[in-house]
């Protein structure tokens, strides 16, 4: 007989709403009981557990070699930002004011400036940028930090919008504006591919509208993913600075003609907010379902008998285990105080791509018993083709499971003539419609519906004609929704 306290967790396990019924309440069950975060005694901050913090690795590894290739370098920089850097360009300034939170006193003492916690980087870089940079032979500047940041949300949810969150951030300075753009956009596909690659993930690339552009840039370019619920995230943007950044930090130059020039920027940033995109996008109600590439474990073994049996299992276990840990992220539960069908549930909820099963006739046949998480199949496998198999089906996971989402994205995706049309699907998924590109419009239908223009696509070509909102003749093509 199992002690009472397992077979409490045991219940507790099993107790994930459905998504179907209230998509925010399952969507914190999931990430408590995979044991990703907890509550910091602070509201509106969170601890990254082992588990989800390892996803976060992985991104961070993916990102990060990618951005080295393409010439970039890390750096760090501080936390703390006087006053007077932040309050140097207007917009990003007035941006940001909402979320800055202060730093007034130093021990005792009050602090002759205040000094902002970094909601973004870009003043206190572009005031070391003024420092380092004289000639153009000191460009381009490519510099990456891999940081935290603190923005004073007044609601929060663990990985989508958290008073403090990690990220990267990348900041460069070049000769042309042409060589700013083409850097904003670089980074913009490596974004992509990280996401769509590692994350299976789909994502709709486009650049924003005005009144959704970040403070300070001349254009943000963006990805939009849509989650489970029909809800947009942005998942990433890069951003073309033009010359306003270096203007406001003196962020000059000697050029080869012998005259002194003002940089052009870029910055662009992705963040722990793409762990919360995993999550919804992939999660079912058993609770997680990870890609492989990043799940912190890709097979999980689970020797299945009692008595003498379980021995003899428990030992060869162990023995395919080491084969497996070869090639890839593995883990044998042998815990005994457990049922196996506790230990089906237990890593089903935390999005272990694939379990191995094995019993004592699996081990009399030399063979194994493989279960997908993405579809529940099983299948039998010999012990000679299983590192071979492991590998096929790991790789059919990561692709069945973007397969899907991009799946659930199309099927929600739909053309409006009027915005009125998005209420007959609950405003939910995106909506393409065509725009005027007055913010009066944008302003209206975020205020009437909390609709969103999400991004201006890439690739959309030329509209004739009228915008959703205000039947006028339409300049863009917009992707609309409600957002997280």
Not at 25 to 30: A, E, K, L
């Amino acid at each position: 007989m199992q002690p009472r306290r397992f077979a409490w967790v045991e219940k507790v396990l099993k107790e994930i709403t459905p998504k179907s019924s209230d998509f925010s309440q399952w969507y914190v069950d999931v990430i408590r009981k995979a044991d990703m975060v907890d509550y910091a005694p602070m509201k509106g901050f969170m601890v990254m557990k082992p588990y989800s913090y390892r996803i976060w690795e992985f991104i961070q590894e993916q990102m990060d070699r990618r951005f080295k290739a393409t010439g970039h370098q890390n750096a760090y920089f501080p936390l703390l930002i006087p006053e007077h850097l932040l309050a140097q360009e207007e917009e990003h300034i007035e941006g940001f004011s909402a979320e800055v939170a202060w730093v007034t006193m130093g021990g005792n003492e009050q602090l002759a400036e205040r000094l902002a916690i970094r909601p973004t980087s870009e003043t206190i870089i572009g005031a070391m940028y003024a420092q380092w940079i004289h000639s153009y032979r000191d460009l381009p500047v490519l510099i990456n930090q891999w940081a935290n940041v603190l923005r004073w949300e007044k609601a929060t949810r663990p990985f989508l919008r958290t008073t403090e969150f990690l990220w990267q951030e990348g900041h460069t300075v070049h000769r042309t504006a042409d060589e700013a753009l083409a850097e904003t956009l670089q980074q913009l596909e490596i974004y992509r591919e990280v996401i769509e690659e590692y994350l299976a993930v789909p994502v709709i690339a486009g650049v924003k509208s005005a009144g959704e552009r970040f403070a300070g840039a001349v254009d943000t370019y963006t990805l939009e993913a849509l989650m489970g619920d029909g809800r947009a995230l942005q998942s990433a943007t890069s951003h073309f600075l033009g010359q306003h950044f270096s203007k406001a930090f003196q962020i000059q130059y000697l050029d080869e003609d012998g005259e002194l020039k003002y940089g052009w920027t870029s910055s662009w940033g992705s963040s722990t907010r793409l762990i919360g995109a995993v999550i919804m996008v992939h999660g079912d109600d058993k609770g997680l379902r990870l890609p492989p590439k990043i799940a912190p474990i890709q097979v999980v073994i689970v020797p299945i008998g009692k008595g003498a049996e379980r021995e003899a299992v428990v030992a060869h276990a162990k023995a395919l285990e080491a084969q497996l840990a070869n090639a890839f992220r593995v883990k044998l539960d042998d815990r005994d105080e457990f049922t196996p069908g506790y230990k089906f549930n237990d890593w089903e909820m935390r999005g272990v791509p694939l379990r191995v099963e094995l019993g004592p006739k699996d081990l009399a046949k030399q063979q194994v018993v493989l279960a997908r998480r993405d579809t529940g199949e099983k299948l039998s496998v010999s012990e000679s083709q299983l590192v071979e198999t492991v590998q096929h089906l790991l790789d059919a996971i990561q692709s069945e499971l973007f397969r899907q989402a991009l799946e659930f994205r199309e099927s929600h995706t739909m053309s409006v003539e009027s915005y009125q049309e998005m209420a007959q699907n609950g405003y939910r998924g995106f909506f393409r419609g065509d725009w005027c590109g007055s913010e009066t419009c944008a302003d209206h239908l975020k205020a009437e519906t909390g609709m969103t223009i999400r991004c201006l696509p890439f690739n959309e070509e030329p509209v004739t004609g009228h915008c959703i909102v205000c039947g006028q003749t339409s300049r863009y093509r917009a992707l609309f929704a409600r957002a997280y």
